[in-house]
């Protein structure tokens, strides 16, 4: 077990995560457009019509899966600031780094699809409802935690004052999700839950899930290459990086 435990700990270094990272983006690339073509097929083609929102609730099948990501990569990022803070680890700063543009753009979406979708059901593009207030905060946070980083030039230093913003952010998340629950809100309830059924055709289910788990895909693929060029920027003063360079060239 002890072995085991040692082994998994080799790869919290930068030099042993990046070519390990090389290997898995292709596999979530392919997820990703497989998961993508199925869910966009689905959502669109096969899913049936809204009785009361028309054609216009597919809009859901991009907004409600990058509503989801946005919020469940601000987890990931925190916990990975996290664990850099707590255990000084360099890996974990890259990837909190390199996953924050991701979670912004979720957040983007699921603002403007949100937006999209807004319009022709409640007449407007934009309310302060406490979910789209709690939304914005969370584009926000990320927009803070990219110019923070970007604005310290001690890498270690921008880390440390990231994860301190990233942790205090995370509140925000349960915020934004159980919103609903605590305040009288314009925005409709969980369609998904697992405590009841879902209220929602079981093609709509399907193809909602598929393309969450396409976007899931993408945001782990875009992550790891993300941080694989972040691990060569920060490490080029190491004998590994040179090395690479030259084999490269």
């Given amino acids: 077990m002890s072995n085991k435990i040692v082994n998994w700990f080799k790869y919290a270094s930068p030099q042993s995560f990046y070519p390990v990272a090389g290997k898995m983006i ?5 997820l990703a457009a497989i998961f993508g073509v199925t869910g966009l097929w689905i959502s669109f083609f096969v899913a ?14 991009i907004h409600v899966p990058a509503a989801w990501m946005s919020m469940f990569i601000y987890v990931v990022m925190a916990t990975w600031a996290g664990l850099g803070l707590a255990l000084n680890t360099r890996l974990s700063g890259m990837m909190a780094q390199a996953l924050a543009p991701t979670g912004a753009i979720m957040a983007f979406l699921s603002l403007w699809t949100g937006a999209f979708w807004g319009k022709p059901m409640w007449g407007a593009w934009w309310v302060w409802d406490a979910r789209l207030t709690s939304a914005l905060i969370l584009f926000f946070l990320y927009i803070g935690f990219i110019a923070l980083q970007a604005a310290i030039d001690d890498a270690r230093r921008a880390d440390k004052a990231g994860a301190i913003l990233a942790l205090v952010g995370v509140v925000n998340v349960p915020i934004i999700y159980f919103s609903v629950k605590w305040w009288n809100t314009l925005h409709q309830g969980a369609s998904v839950s697992i405590n009841k059924a879902p209220a929602m055709a079981t093609t709509m289910l399907w193809g909602m899930l598929i393309m969450a788990l396409a976007f899931w895909m993408y945001s782990i693929a875009v992550a790891l290459t993300r941080v694989r060029a972040i691990i060569l920027e920060r490490e080029a003063h190491t004998e590994w990086v040179k ?7």
């Fill in 26 to 30: 292709p596999w979530f690339w392919v």
């Fill in 48 to 61: 049936p019509t809204d009785a009361t929102q028309g054609e216009g609730y597919r809009i859901i099948f």
């Fill in 243 to 249: 090395e690479l360079s030259e084999v490269k060239q």
